[in-house]
């Protein structure tokens, strides 16, 4: 993020899995936006609270890859990220939402838990709004080396989904057969959330397709608008001749 000229960051690390988090309270009020790669125990009150009036009010967040796997029984924090996988979901915690037909499927009768993956490796993901400011000019099918996140749950209300992928291995080798979200942008409040199911490690992460869409996402949500360029080429799905 820094090599676009754009950001000042700020790190905020929680304590260790082993101490409390009582005294975690960063001060989010003080940021345009917060970018979470937080997977573990649930916040404080405190916390919880004030992260909930930040985005209520305005505030902007990015939600990158595991970062959608804790607080299942946070109801807010759950309406702001749209999907989720693990920490107990199922049922109860939403419908399975998928892209089937140009459209997004919110399927509320199928039962089984939220969250499951195929092993890693590199995917296609196909720009389904090809036209919004963060994959404007992006190739509209490109490769990614990460993890493919599928059977995602949630309340998956006011969600647009940008980018979808087809986990298409069997079903015992973690695959579903079916286009799951993996770009993701939602409203909550007055707030902008830029969700993406992608960046399982540094390998992903450095790939020329997350770099552009987490930085211009970062900044969409913000501004509403996108002045980063594409800085290196995105492997691409060559067409058939």
């Not at 979470?36 to 125990?41: A, E, P, Q």
């Not at 890693?120 to 720009?127: A, I, L, T």
Request: aromatic residues 10%; contains cysteine; proline residues 6%.
């Amino acid at each position: 993020m820094l090599d676009t000229d754009k950001f000042v960051v700020d790190v905020v690390t929680s304590p260790s899995e082993n101490e409390s988090l009582a005294d975690f309270n960063p001060a989010f009020s003080k940021y345009d936006v917060i970018v979470l790669n937080y997977n573990g125990k649930m916040w404080n009150k405190n916390a919880r609270e004030n992260f909930v009036d930040y985005v209520r009010k305005g505030g902007g967040v990015v939600v990158v890859h595991a970062a959608n796997n804790p607080f299942s029984k946070w109801e807010e924090y759950n309406d702001m990220i749209g999907i989720g996988g693990w920490g107990g979901r199922n049922k109860s915690s939403g419908p399975y939402c998928y892209w089937v037909d140009g459209k997004l499927v919110r399927d509320h009768d199928s039962d089984g838990p939220g969250g499951g993956h195929e092993g890693y490796g590199e995917f296609v993901v196909e720009n389904r709004q090809p036209d919004h400011p963060v994959l404007k000019g992006m190739p509209a099918k490109w490769l990614q080396p990460d993890e493919l996140y599928n059977f995602m749950r949630g309340p998956g209300q006011h969600m647009e989904v940008l980018a979808t992928a087809y986990s298409a291995s069997p079903r015992d080798k973690g695959g579903s057969g079916r286009h799951e979200p993996m770009i993701m942008t939602l409203t909550y409040g007055k707030g902008q959330i830029f969700h993406t199911t992608l960046g399982h490690n540094v390998g992903s992460i450095k790939s020329a397709g997350f770099k552009a869409i987490f930085t211009r996402g970062t900044e969409w949500v913000v501004t509403g608008q996108v002045t980063i360029p594409l800085l290196s080429r995105i492997p691409q799905v060559q067409s058939a001749v």
